[in-house]
């Protein structure tokens, strides 16, 4: 650390009480009050130095020599800064540091202890030694955390900002080259700087290192100053990612909710961080917040949903919560299930704040679709063949995020059936490969929901498409006594088309290889070597034809299962006549008597081309199955 030191003579002060006397010999003609202090001295000394004190000697001395009395209660740094003063005036050694001399440099001022009153006056030694001081990390910092004491004088002498402006160029700068980091500091609240022997919390000092190693020191700075601190790096050019590394820093040392402790007094046990009222909480959280880089990734979401946590526990202003909701959503896609779990705060009755989470899913929905809108379409083309997959990788991973989301929430009593269905037809039809997903959140809904009316149950499957269910999926729903049999009907249906595709692909693999064995057995061969060739061919598509036997075979005891099911299920609920009317089939017909309504089943791109790629194959109920 810089030090400075001034006089030469030996100490000719002694300490009585809260009264500082100088043991010169002579009697003391003056004394200076400040606060309870008293310092009893000379006045020939002090008018030498300051030309303050000296007027106000001239007008308090009346010229017979008495002694008199003055104070300065106004003066800066108080009775410490003016101890250091008087022995500089009396020639006695004192020693200027970095924590001291921004004190000393605003008193001398208001004393105008200036050179046009002695050379090498106090003014300008403390000018000097600030110079030097500025010129290292570790003093910058104990420089502009001693401003805090006398900020208005500080600021008048432009102190402040000569620090900050120091600390901002050495922050963008190889932290080799100013003493990096401070030395002797001791870590008092961050989670990152505990240790743990025996499962037992321990303080310890982690040297912080790459460009975040100014990150543990400028917290010690009280908030109006790490902000300035903070916008002046920002104009500096510095990379946003690390200036939000450093307000996170900063926010997980103030905040106690940020962190994993259980309870405010837990997060200061051991320290000597003061605790915060709700509103100084309040207050810091608006402004960490006005102060993290408006970029997107430059702080995960799980710290800005955390952040979201404190602002409604602490009940911030709208404004700031719809500013977190924003940047949440934003980058939803890098979310987890247990970060969207926010208790509710607010008065609805659910356990979960689902409007918060349906507020975040629109905003990344927005976002998506201005990007969309912003990016022109052979672009995104291109960078699809590029990356060998399609760009709805942020979108699919939001869907399956709000489908897992929906199941854990779904045995909620309290979640109503309109909030369900708003947050699950939020998502865009596309964005879900399959609804294996959201028909597992229909389905926990519907057991923890017994009461809805049917209408509503079939109301909430037409939710999903019945389509794009998996094959494990497709058989649990075709044995889910919860679901409509409207909805048990469509999935054993679309089931029945998968597997006509199925066989029907299987036989014209077939015909074509042997169309292909026949015409091209005798191409290019010699007569003699015809025959074998043909035998062989012959063989190959005797096997072929075996296995799509089999293959068939297997498919029939599949589809008899399949019925025995749904005899089943005519006998506990209805009979087989009746919902087969209502759905608009005709058993007496090979082909579906006529198309399913809108409401009965959903029309997307997928079913349109299923259906005319189905157009020749015969629709029955499940049981031996016939194609065309």
């Given at each position: 650390?810089?030090l400075?030191?001034?006089?030469?003579?030996?100490?000719?002060?002694?300490?009585?009480?809260?009264?500082?006397?100088?043991?010169?010999?002579?009697?003391?003609?003056?004394?200076?009050?400040?606060?309870?202090?008293?310092?009893?001295?000379?006045?020939?000394?002090?008018?030498?130095?300051?030309?303050?004190?000296?007027?106000?000697?001239?007008?308090?001395?009346?010229?017979?020599?008495?002694?008199?009395s003055?104070?300065?209660?106004?003066?800066?740094?108080?009775?410490?800064?003016?101890?250091?003063?008087?022995?500089?005036?009396?020639?006695?050694?004192?020693?200027?540091?970095?924590?001291?001399?921004?004190?000393?440099?605003?008193?001398?001022?208001?004393?105008?202890m200036?050179?046009?009153y002695?050379?090498?006056?106090?003014?300008?030694?403390?000018?000097?030694?600030?110079?030097?001081?500025?010129?290292?990390?570790?003093?910058?910092?104990?420089?502009?955390?001693?401003?805090?004491?006398?900020?208005?004088?500080?600021?008048?002498?432009?102190?402040?900002?000569?620090c900050?402006?120091?600390?901002?160029?050495?922050?963008?700068?190889?932290?080799?080259?100013?003493?990096?980091?401070?030395?002797?500091?001791?870590?008092?609240?961050?989670?990152?700087?505990?240790?743990?022997?025996?499962?037992?919390?321990?303080?310890?000092?982690?040297?912080?290192?790459?460009?975040?190693?100014w990150?543990?020191?400028?917290?010690?700075l009280?908030?109006?100053?790490?902000?300035?601190?903070?916008?002046?790096?920002?104009?500096?050019?510095?990379?946003?990612?690390?200036?939000?590394?450093?307000?996170?820093?900063?926010?997980?040392?103030?905040?106690?909710?940020?962190?994993?402790?259980?309870?405010?007094?837990?997060?200061?046990?051991?320290?000597?961080i003061?605790?915060?009222?709700?509103?100084?909480?309040?207050?810091?959280?608006?402004?960490?917040?006005?102060l993290?880089?408006?970029?997107?990734?430059?702080?995960?979401?799980?710290?800005?949903?955390?952040?979201?946590?404190?602002?409604?526990?602490?009940h911030?202003?709208?404004?700031?919560?719809?500013?977190?909701?924003?940047?949440?959503?934003?980058?939803?896609?890098?979310?987890?299930?247990?970060?969207?779990?926010?208790?509710?705060m607010?008065?609805?009755?659910?356990?979960?704040?689902?409007?918060?989470?349906?507020?975040?899913?629109?905003?990344?929905?927005?976002?998506?679709?201005?990007?969309?809108?912003?990016?022109?379409?052979?672009?995104?083309?291109?960078?699809?063949?590029?990356?060998?997959?399609?760009?709805?990788?942020?979108?699919?991973?939001?869907?399956?995020?709000?489908?897992?989301?929906?199941?854990?929430?779904?045995?909620?009593?309290?979640?109503?059936?309109?909030?369900?269905?708003?947050?699950?037809?939020?998502?865009?039809?596309?964005?879900?490969?399959?609804?294996?997903?959201?028909?597992?959140?229909?389905?926990?809904?519907?057991k923890?929901?017994?009461?809805?009316?049917?209408?509503?149950?079939?109301?909430?499957c037409?939710?999903?498409?019945?389509?794009?269910?998996?094959?494990?999926?497709?058989?649990?729903?075709?044995?889910?006594?919860?679901?409509?049999?409207?909805?048990?009907?469509?999935v054993?249906?679309?089931?029945?088309?998968?597997?006509?595709?199925?066989?029907?692909?299987?036989?014209f693999?077939?015909?074509?290889?042997?169309?292909?064995?026949?015409s091209?057995?005798?191409?290019?061969?010699?007569?003699?070597?015809?025959?074998?060739?043909?035998?062989?061919?012959?063989?190959?598509?005797?096997?072929?034809?075996?296995?799509?036997?089999?293959?068939?075979?297997?498919?029939?005891?599949?589809?008899?299962?399949?019925?025995?099911?749904?005899?089943?299920?005519?006998?506990?609920?209805?009979?087989?006549?009746?919902?087969?009317?209502?759905?608009?089939?005709?058993?007496?017909?090979?082909?579906?008597?006529?198309?399913?309504?809108?409401?009965?089943?959903?029309?997307?791109?997928?079913?349109?081309?299923?259906?005319?790629?189905?157009?020749?194959?015969?629709?029955?109920?499940?049981?031996?199955?016939?194609?065309?």
């Amino acid at each position: 650390m810089a030090l400075l030191r001034l006089g030469s003579k030996s100490e000719a002060f002694h300490l009585e009480g809260h009264s500082w006397i100088c043991t010169g010999g002579l009697p003391s003609d003056v004394t200076i009050n400040i606060g309870e202090m008293s310092f009893h001295l000379h006045k020939f000394p002090l008018l030498s130095r300051s030309g303050m004190l000296r007027k106000l000697i001239e007008e308090c001395c009346t010229g017979d020599g008495a002694s008199f009395s003055l104070r300065l209660d106004d003066l800066p740094g108080g009775a410490k800064a003016f101890e250091l003063i008087s022995k500089f005036c009396y020639g006695v050694k004192i020693e200027l540091t970095a924590h001291n001399v921004v004190s000393v440099r605003c008193a001398a001022d208001y004393l105008q202890m200036t050179d046009e009153y002695g050379d090498g006056n106090l003014v300008s030694e403390t000018e000097s030694f600030l110079d030097e001081v500025l010129c290292t990390w570790a003093d910058s910092i104990r420089a502009l955390e001693a401003c805090e004491e006398v900020m208005a004088n500080a600021e008048e002498l432009h102190i402040v900002s000569r620090c900050i402006d120091s600390l901002a160029m050495k922050a963008c700068e190889d932290p080799s080259l100013y003493g990096w980091p401070l030395a002797g500091r001791e870590s008092k609240q961050s989670p990152e700087n505990t240790g743990l022997w025996n499962g037992i919390s321990t303080p310890t000092r982690m040297k912080s290192t790459g460009e975040y190693w100014w990150h543990e020191d400028v917290t010690f700075l009280s908030l109006p100053i790490y902000k300035r601190l903070i916008l002046a790096i920002e104009l500096r050019g510095m990379r946003p990612e690390s200036i939000a590394a450093s307000v996170v820093h900063y926010a997980r040392r103030y905040l106690p909710l940020m962190n994993r402790q259980s309870s405010f007094r837990d997060a200061n046990q051991g320290t000597n961080i003061p605790k915060p009222s709700e509103a100084d909480q309040r207050a810091l959280l608006e402004e960490i917040v006005g102060l993290i880089p408006n970029k997107k990734g430059v702080t995960s979401s799980k710290f800005l949903i955390r952040l979201l946590r404190t602002a409604m526990v602490l009940h911030a202003s709208p404004s700031c919560r719809e500013n977190l909701e924003k940047r949440v959503g934003a980058q939803l896609d890098q979310a987890s299930l247990v970060d969207l779990l926010m208790p509710n705060m607010s008065y609805s009755e659910t356990l979960y704040d689902i409007d918060c989470v349906q507020r975040i899913l629109d905003h990344f929905l927005l976002v998506e679709q201005a990007s969309a809108i912003a990016t022109p379409a052979d672009i995104v083309e291109e960078g699809r063949l590029m990356n060998g997959s399609d760009s709805l990788g942020p979108m699919t991973s939001v869907a399956c995020l709000i489908d897992q989301f929906l199941a854990e929430v779904a045995p909620d009593v309290n979640f109503k059936l309109p909030k369900f269905e708003t947050l699950a037809a939020s998502i865009p039809d596309y964005a879900r490969p399959l609804d294996d997903g959201l028909y597992h959140a229909i389905d926990v809904y519907l057991k923890a929901h017994p009461w809805i009316t049917d209408v509503e149950r079939e109301q909430l499957c037409r939710l999903m498409n019945c389509q794009k269910l998996s094959i494990e999926a497709s058989t649990h729903a075709a044995q889910n006594e919860r679901l409509p049999l409207r909805v048990i009907v469509q999935v054993l249906f679309f089931e029945q088309l998968r597997l006509r595709t199925s066989i029907s692909g299987w036989f014209f693999v077939s015909d074509n290889l042997e169309n292909s064995v026949k015409s091209n057995g005798n191409l290019g061969l010699k007569e003699d070597e015809s025959q074998p060739i043909g035998s062989a061919d012959h063989g190959a598509t005797d096997d072929a034809e075996d296995d799509v036997k089999h293959r068939v075979s297997e498919l029939e005891k599949d589809c008899s299962s399949m019925k025995e099911e749904i005899q089943k299920l005519v006998k506990t609920k209805r009979r087989w006549k009746n919902f087969t009317r209502r759905l608009g089939f005709n058993k007496s017909k090979s082909c579906c008597s006529k198309r399913s309504k809108p409401s009965d089943l959903r029309a997307t791109p997928s079913s349109i081309n299923r259906q005319q790629n189905c157009e020749n194959i015969e629709v029955v109920v499940p049981g031996a199955l016939k194609v065309n």
